[in-house]
């Protein structure tokens, strides 16, 4: 029995052919032709089931069979704010493992102590498809541009909001913890920071604003675990 195969179509009920990238794939790797069926995502919550009409050398043609809408994994949006580590492969494997595990929304921070102040967006998305369909999931998460630290307090004014960082001296609680005691249905936002951690003063400008100071438990975590440890208590808490 052959294995079902996924493919990630923005839009699939409105079109009648593969995007490009995926095209390639299903017809020069995986081999697909006329009568073979497959599964389209479309990222915003609905499966179809699809059978191959046409294919071409760089071209994949499909008739849409059955529709097959999804229903949400968890309630509340799951949103991680993460400065980005110096080599981009450890920020990539994060957010691999982030969509599989389950998130809504991933930005990227510029803050006082980064070491990275760019990166490719084109390339984390390719990743996030990849993680999208490897999990099955049937929503896409959301991919912002990188910001400034304080930009991206500005705009952030309002829901259940946390920084996790290292400081002793600024009063912290356990990020677990203050999930469970809200609403399953509750958006939740967690801020980590680059590798030389938030500035201090980062720090109390967040709480200043509103955010809470939270602790990921007693190890000392590198960036990109302590990114998907965020996701994972937030995903647990659902």
Request: negative net charge; aromatic residues 8%.
């Amino acid at each position: 029995m052959k294995e079902t195969r996924y493919f990630y179509v923005p839009n699939a009920a409105q079109v009648s052919e593969l995007p490009d990238d995926e095209a390639v794939h299903a017809v020069r790797v995986l081999r697909m032709t006329s009568g073979d069926e497959m599964i389209l995502m479309d990222g915003e919550g609905t499966f179809y089931k699809a059978r191959v009409s046409m294919t071409s050398q760089k071209r994949c043609l499909y008739e849409i069979i059955d529709v097959m809408p999804q229903q949400r994994q968890w309630q509340g949006r799951v949103h991680l704010a993460i400065a980005p580590t110096k080599l981009m492969d450890r920020i990539e494997w994060m957010t691999e493992k982030a969509v599989e595990v389950g998130i809504d929304e991933l930005s990227f921070l510029n803050c006082q102590f980064s070491e990275r102040t760019n990166l490719k967006l084109p390339r984390i998305e390719k990743i996030v498809v990849s993680a999208l369909k490897q999990s099955r999931k049937a929503y896409m998460p959301t991919l912002h541009e990188m910001v400034s630290f304080k930009d991206f307090i500005q705009h952030h004014s309002s829901g259940r909001r946390y920084i996790a960082h290292c400081y002793e001296e600024v009063e912290r609680v356990n990020l677990f913890d203050e999930l469970c005691k809200g609403e399953s249905n509750e958006d939740a936002l967690v801020m980590i920071g680059p590798e030389g951690d938030f500035s201090i003063d980062e720090v109390r400008f967040a709480v200043k604003a509103g955010f809470v100071s939270v602790d990921l438990g007693k190890s000392r975590l590198r960036t990109e675990t302590a990114g998907l440890s965020a996701v994972m208590m937030m995903q647990l808490a659902k």
